[in-house]
């Protein structure tokens, strides 16, 4: 979910941290470790994460961002499990079979060897609600957090939260579908999120309906603020070491404004998250659960390189004509510039601009629910990998994306250049 914690030193306020101040970036570029309290009054230890700019990150802060991007709730069960009670409809009414329809996934490296042959011979029921409390026990269900604990002789389901990890992780599905090795970064388009909300018994009949709206692959992340209706495609979180504007819409200079959105306005952890340019200002409990974890998060996030195109899936000669094109007829490089193709860190675009708008179904445009009014350039490393396109998935394949740039800005390409483009953008 692009695609939320307190920076800086005691002298700096709660809203200019919230709102990722470059020049606190550029301190925290220049001081590798520090400790600092927080607006909030939590004391943390600070490493450098700089958007890619600084030294190589400590493998350690690493490792540990790494568990918090798996694992870590923030204390958001207060939302999932003591408002929207999602805790009760999965514990009765939501089998494997069921979740794995919805889009969530099975880290098959978190199963036991009794586990994995009673899948495989079919002594394990997948049509039972207990086995997706066994597997939540068994810290296998990728994103999802849940207490399980014996009432009257039974493992139940007592708490859940969610994780970064619901969101913008998927698996090889090396075991079934569904099932498999973590990919940490991978946006799941397979998760339908907004159904998944809408199964709460806490919400009335008009907001389930908004929700299930969605669709599997999507997420409107100001919905809830807002109260206008827009889904956005869910975003990689891979990809993003070297570029300042990691959103749709730029909104912050480093990745940690998104987790601190996220995590507070969103997921519901406990923390404060504040944006005078949209006065957005919420606060989630009386603690701050997600500051001192930005550093390390943030840093696991850079970590994740955008993946190589599977051997065999573009043909490489009419990619390097379609690098011709990208270059010259197209004018895709105008904008996708440098290694990582975006132009994102030097300047944003109007909505004029873009190709992507108007929204579908008359929705407002996106750009004008967030704090810049406008929109980057999209990285375009890794591009094969997450269809549909455009930050409302307009595009459903990447000739869409090509087609509609011809079409709207006059482009003149060939029926023959456009193919040689496609394949030069799956080689990315």
Request: hydrophobic content about 35%; proline content about 7%.
């Amino acid at each position: 979910m692009q695609q939320a914690i307190s920076f800086g030193t005691a002298a700096l306020d709660s809203k200019s941290l919230a709102i990722g101040d470059p020049s606190i970036s550029r301190r925290r570029c220049r001081i590798r470790k520090l400790i600092v309290s927080g607006a909030l009054g939590v004391t943390a230890m600070l490493v450098a994460g700089c958007g890619g700019d600084s030294d190589e990150p400590d493998p350690e802060l690493v490792a540990q961002g790494k568990q918090i991007f798996r694992f870590d709730t923030f204390g958001d069960e207060t939302q999932w499990t003591d408002t929207l009670r999602l805790h009760e409809v999965i514990r009765t009414a939501v089998d494997p079979t069921t979740a794995l329809s919805v889009g969530l996934k099975v880290d098959s490296e978190a199963l036991p060897p009794a586990v994995v042959q009673g899948i495989q011979n079919g002594s394990i029921n997948l049509k039972s609600p207990d086995t997706t409390v066994a597997l939540l026990k068994l810290n296998a269900v990728v994103g999802l957090q849940g207490k399980v604990e014996v009432v009257n002789g039974k493992d139940t389901l007592t708490r859940v939260g969610v994780t970064c990890a619901l969101c913008h992780s998927t698996v090889d599905n090396s075991f079934a579908p569904g099932i498999g090795k973590r990919l940490d970064g991978w946006p799941n388009r397979d998760l339908d999120p907004g159904a998944i909300i809408a199964l709460s018994p806490a919400l009335d009949a008009v907001k389930k309906a908004v929700y299930n709206s969605w669709g599997k692959g999507k997420y409107d992340p100001r919905f809830n603020l807002d109260g206008q209706n827009g889904p956005q495609v869910i975003p990689p979180a891979y990809g993003l070491k070297g570029i300042h504007r990691i959103t749709s819409t730029g909104d912050g200079t480093e990745i940690a404004y998104w987790n601190r959105y996220v995590g507070v306005t969103q997921m519901g952890g406990h923390g404060t998250f504040f944006e005078p340019r949209t006065g957005v200002n919420v606060t989630n409990g009386t603690d701050d659960l997600i500051s001192s974890k930005l550093p390390a998060l943030q840093a696991y996030q850079l970590s994740l390189a955008a993946p190589p195109p599977p051997a065999g899936s573009f043909d490489a000669s009419a990619a390097l004509r379609g690098s011709a094109v990208f270059k010259g007829a197209a004018r895709c490089a105008s904008c996708h510039s440098g290694l990582e193709f975006t132009d994102a860190n030097v300047r944003l675009h109007l909505p004029s601009e873009v190709v992507s708008e108007p929204e579908p179904l008359g929705v407002p445009s996106y750009a004008s629910r967030s704090a810049t009014k406008m929109y980057r350039t999209a990285p375009l490393r890794g591009l094969w990998q997450h269809p549909p396109y455009f930050h409302n998935g307009t595009a459903a394949t990447l000739e869409d994306v090509v087609q509609t740039y011809n079409t709207r800005q006059s482009l003149g390409l060939t029926a023959a250049e456009i193919a040689d483009l496609v394949q030069y953008l799956k080689s990315l």
